[in-house]
């Protein structure tokens, strides 16, 4: 029974010894299972948020980049914007002090879930098992090995910090803990929109621990602010009404649930990287959820609620992520698990206590749940350990090959699969200010694709384009598949090309200005500003039916005196009249191809606008930014 | 207040000065460093080769596509096409040169699929196939005219008459084995 509950407050009597183990064992623990994740470098979605301001060009921008929604309509200011944004200005792409953040975090997170376990079952050390538990649950791989899963470790940080706070003001009565309180869940919805869930966990606690109308009534002014943050957040942010993020709201949710319990209890995925019989996981799964169902019950028929409570914290900071039925991620029980782990270590603990034969299963059931998840999380760290150093030997490989060159573009040959998502497709060389850094022309035929993720065409350069950027020794080719890059230049230069004028042209890169009319403005960098008419020349489609695509970005003073009409010709033809209207700064038009350009070698597109404008800034008309062209 | 929160409070004002004078002064450092370090980079610029020995990662430019990763340091599996960029030997493009592939049809090829043949086109240039029936090493050896071999490079493209499709077991299309392919002067 809790000392909430009438029961005897946890031993806070202790040598420095005991204290020294009971507060570093779990830390230690975690900095030594989760080491190949403290020395990780960066990969994928990192580079996206180590970039968040880098064109910020006046307050305004800064605040889009710090509150604006972005990928999925996540709005995270302070795990995943302030957090990178500051770590990148002062640390650039030095991954250390990022984790150390990370881990200082976690640290404390331990501290809160020992803490706090101890005071909810009067057992200090199940809140210490609780704790190691957590450790040894292999969903903290990517919280703490991938740095922009930092937004779990820090919104657990908050929400056991309120939690730990409420405790301290239903154990004191001191006014001052519930402000406290307020200002954990208020700051954690700047880690993460999971933060909703905690008036739902304060409810239970005040209710099935602290029993009192007054605790509970305190409660009610939290939902409040989280309805409006969820009211809030669903009107900026885009709703899916398909894909990976659609919220399915029907007996999916139980399977769903099914699943992540087994990921809570067991390997992440059912992953392991040994073989066992196949009975062997889903029996051990069932064995260690039967012990802590099984204890669960018995505590709460002796009138032990706390159980209760770990339960609901469970369901509830699980709750926000059932719906998604089509996006389980192995992480989304991180948090969750910590409910299970202060069951855990209470049952551990009670069971040591009751003599031979509990004190056996207190023993058994600990070791089969560590037998399930540490290998997989040894396992999948070392996996992404190992897949951030060769992120790194090609992100610093190409800083090194630019200071070399720093006049040429760069062509990557031998990029795989795992090096395209995890290193390239976030476009990390642009955080040092490298825009022109390529693939080799049938790298796409090495890498799986994942057209949710991203189009790897638009990372390929095409044969033609380098064959005569190698022919004017505007280019230099790295191979990246050994332990450093290689230059094969000279190599690359003498082996067979394919010919033909290419059917996907970035007009921005200044590779392609062979295909440019005269009309085109100089290349920007990662753009190309055209004036009123410009034209170029590309592959025509193979065969008939194919589209032409144009993909660029119309600023804001273009549109200012309502759509913008684009007329587009191909080989003199005149393609169906066009607009860009005012929405969205990015624009993709579609056109239909003419007949009698299919099969031809080559064809020339002109592309003329409705009018142009002059900034104050810039002598020159504008009319539009590209972007690329391409047929498919 | 008493003195004990009152030492409490002061404490807290302490840390946090303390705290914002290191961020201050780390700041500054940490802007001026650069924003990543720069890598060291191979730039002993490897010379095409006329013979590609497919334990050797060296030669990974030259095989442009349809190879599966090194095994045992020594071989590839192959797809049902397969393609290398050779360079012709001196004096090739008086003489011609012979290509030459050292290959290993494996017994689980045979059980598969009977048998299977190997056909090449050198420079646009048909070769005649060759049908392997039983297991074991085998050399494919043809005759490649000089008028081929006046360039930087020979692109051979190969291909097989069928292969074995992905599976469970393994999730590559697998074609033979190839030890090494190239080009040996006359």
């Known amino acids: 029974m809790s000392p909430l509950e009438g029961g005897s407050r ?6 420095k010894w005991e204290r020294a183990v009971y507060w570093l064992v779990p830390p230690l623990l975690c900095l030594a299972l989760h080491w190949r994740g403290f020395t990780s470098w960066f990969r994928a979605d990192d580079f996206a948020w180590l970039g968040t301001g880098l064109y910020d060009r006046n307050f305004h921008d800064f605040l889009v980049s710090i509150f604006a929604p972005q990928a999925q309509g996540t709005i995270r200011p302070l795990s995943e914007r302030a957090f990178f944004m500051l770590g990148f200005s002062l640390f650039g792409l030095e991954a250390l002090p990022f984790k150390m953040v990370v881990f200082a975090t976690e640290f404390a997170n331990l501290a809160l879930v020992a803490s706090l376990g101890a005071r909810l079952t009067g057992l200090r050390w199940a809140g210490f098992l609780a704790a190691v538990f957590w450790v040894l649950n292999s969903s903290g791989i990517e919280p703490l090995g991938w740095t922009c899963v930092y937004n779990q ?24 803990y519930y402000w406290w309180q307020w200002a954990a869940f208020l700051a954690g919805f700047g880690a993460l929109e999971l933060n909703v869930v905690y008036p739902a966990i304060a409810a239970a606690y005040t209710l099935l621990c602290a029993r009192r109308a007054r605790y509970f009534r305190g409660t009610l002014p939290l939902f409040a602010v989280s309805l409006a943050y969820a009211a809030l957040h669903s009107a ?15 007996g999916s949710l139980f399977g769903t649930l099914g699943t992540y319990w087994t990921w809570t209890v067991g390997p992440t995925f059912l992953f392991t990287p040994y073989v066992p019989p196949k009975w062997a996981l889903p029996a051990g799964i069932a064995v260690v959820s039967a012990g802590l169902l099984g204890f669960a019950a018995w505590k709460v028929h002796a009138g032990g609620r706390a159980a209760l409570f770990c339960l609901a914290w469970y369901l509830a900071v699980l709750a926000p992520v059932l719906p998604l ?30 003599g031979a034969g509990r004190r056996m299963a207190a023993v058994a059931l600990p070791a089969l749940y560590a037998l399930m998840g540490v290998p997989t999380l040894l396992e999948t760290a070392q996996w992404n350990h190992a897949i951030t150093m060769r992120v790194r030997t090609l992100v610093e490989g190409v800083a090194g090959i630019h200071e070399r060159h720093p006049e040429k573009s760069i062509l990557l040959e031998g990029v795989d699969t795992d090096l395209f998502w995890n290193g390239v497709l976030d476009r990390p060389f642009r955080l040092f200010g490298l825009e022109h850094i390529y693939l080799a022309p049938g790298s796409e035929r090495r890498i799986a694709a994942h057209p949710d993720l991203g189009n790897i065409a638009d990372y390929v350069l095409p044969a033609d384009v380098t064959a005569q950027a190698l022919q004017h020794e505007d280019l230099v080719v790295y191979d990246v598949r050994g332990e450093r890059l290689r230059n094969i230049t000279a190599t690359y230069a003498a082996l067979p090309h394919e010919g033909g004028l290419p059917r996907r042209v970035d007009v921005a890169s200044p590779l392609t200005g062979y295909l440019l009319g005269p009309e085109w403005y100089a290349s920007d960098g990662d753009h190309r500003w055209m004036p009123r008419r410009a034209s170029l020349r590309m592959g025509a489609p193979e065969t008939p039916g194919q589209k032409l695509y144009l993909r660029g970005v119309c600023p ?44 031809k070698a080559e064809m020339r597109v002109t592309v003329e606008v409705g009018r142009t404008f002059r900034p104050a800034s810039d002598p020159r008309d504008l009319g539009l930014v590209f972007g690329s062209f391409e047929v498919r | 207040m008493t003195n004990t929160k009152w030492r409490e409070r002061r404490a807290v004002v302490r840390l946090c000065c303390s705290l914002m004078t290191i961020a201050l002064v780390v700041a500054p450092v940490g802007c001026k460093r650069k924003k990543v370090r720069v890598g060291a980079t191979d730039e002993e610029t490897p010379k095409m080769m006329s013979v590609l020995n497919m334990g050797d990662p060296k030669v990974e430019p030259q095989l442009i596509k349809g190879f599966h990763g090194i095994e045992a340091a020594a071989w590839r599996w192959t797809e049902k096409q397969f393609t290398v960029a050779l360079r012709p030997p001196f004096g090739a493009g008086t003489k011609g040169a012979r290509l030459t592939v050292k290959l290993t049809v494996p017994p689980v090829v045979i059980e598969k699929l009977k048998n299977v043949s190997l056909a090449a086109n050198a420079g646009g240039t048909a070769l005649p196939p060759e049908t392997y029936t039983t297991a074991g090493d085998y050399v494919y050896v043809r005759e490649i005219p000089a008028s081929l071999l006046t360039g930087d490079s020979l692109r051979v493209d190969f291909e097989l008459d069928k292969a074995m499709a992905p599976s469970g077991a393994d999730i590559r299309e697998l074609g033979i084995i190839v030890l090494n392919a190239g080009l040996e002067s006359k």
Do not use: N
């Open chain 1, 10 to 15: 946890p031993a806070v009597r202790s040598g």
């Open chain 1, 153 to 176: 470790v820090l919104c657990g940080f908050f929400l056991l910090g309120a939690l730990h706070f409420l405790l301290r003001y239903v154990e004191t009565g001191e006014r001052r």
């Open chain 1, 236 to 250: 900026v942010a885009p709703v899916w009404k398909s894909g990976g993020y659609a919220m399915h709201f029907t």
């Open chain 1, 325 to 354: 039925r089509d996006h389980q991620t192995e992480y989304y029980v991180f948090l969750p698990a910590i409910g299970l782990c202060w069951l855990g270590g209470w049952a551990a603990v009670a069971g040591w206590r009751a």
């Open chain 1, 556 to 599: 804001e003073e273009q549109l200012g005196a309502g759509p913008l009409p684009v007329a587009v010709t191909v080989d003199g033809v005149a393609l169906p009249a066009a607009a860009i209207r005012p929405g969205a700064p990015t624009f993709e038009l579609e056109f239909a191809l003419p007949g009698q350009v299919a099969g």
